[in-house]
């Protein structure tokens, strides 16, 4: 199912805003994807990977990772086509929070966003083109794999990684993007390096249940 842009959002209102405005309507009883993606617009690419990506540095129970990086491999894999309207199918759409539980997230979330986007303006916009969009879908489909595996310390930094590209082209700051960048590398490193161990782990059991 396409997302098609809620033309009655504020073009102009930042993110920040519009979450905070869902998540604070007592009209509703539960907030679905479905909402936040007509919610949030013609950004509603760039919104939704802020909100799959950004919860995942926050302390989270355990497997909420893997349920924020189903949605997000779906996005990425769009934007690493190039696409502009994200599609999304209608199972992970209807998927909805009770309101509460939502606002309680915003909430946490909306401080550190708020002093991001007062940092963010138009610059270094050779990062923030539609070869460097694909070319950042790249990147963020392996670092939303890496998220939705159970690997130990693979979701805060990939997480990170990914809310600073999506701020980063919303906003067209290549300031951003390239925070991204080095965060995406310090990721990869990370996670290598606790594969690697897990790998020597393994083959270290083996040897000592087997005799090898």
Do not use: K
């Amino acid at each position: 199912m396409t997302i098609e842009a809620d033309e009655r959002a504020d073009s102009d209102a930042r993110l920040s805003v519009l979450l905070l405005s869902l998540a604070e309507d007592p009209a509703r009883a539960r907030v679905s994807i479905g909402d936040l993606a007509q919610h949030f617009g013609g950004r509603a690419f760039g919104a939704l990977l802020v909100v799959f990506a950004a919860p995942n540095v926050l302390p989270l129970p355990p497997g909420t990772s893997s349920i924020l990086g189903l949605p997000l491999l779906y996005l990425t894999f769009q934007m690493m086509l190039g696409r502009r309207i994200p599609w999304l199918p209608g199972w992970i759409l209807a998927r909805s929070f009770e309101r509460g539980q939502f606002l309680g997230v915003v909430q946490r979330l909306v401080p550190w966003l708020r002093r991001a986007e007062a940092l963010l303006r138009p610059r270094v916009q050779v990062l923030t083109g539609r070869t460097a969009e694909c070319l950042l879908g790249v990147l963020s489909t392996l670092l939303a794999v890496i998220l939705f595996l159970p690997i130990p310390l693979g979701n805060n930094l990939p997480g990170l990684a990914i809310t600073l590209f999506a701020l980063g082209l919303v906003e067209r700051d290549g300031a951003a993007i390239a925070a991204g960048l080095a965060t995406s590398f310090a990721a990869l490193a990370v996670v290598s390096g606790v594969v690697y161990g897990m790998l020597l782990a393994g083959l270290y059991l083996l040897q000592r249940l087997f005799g090898l």
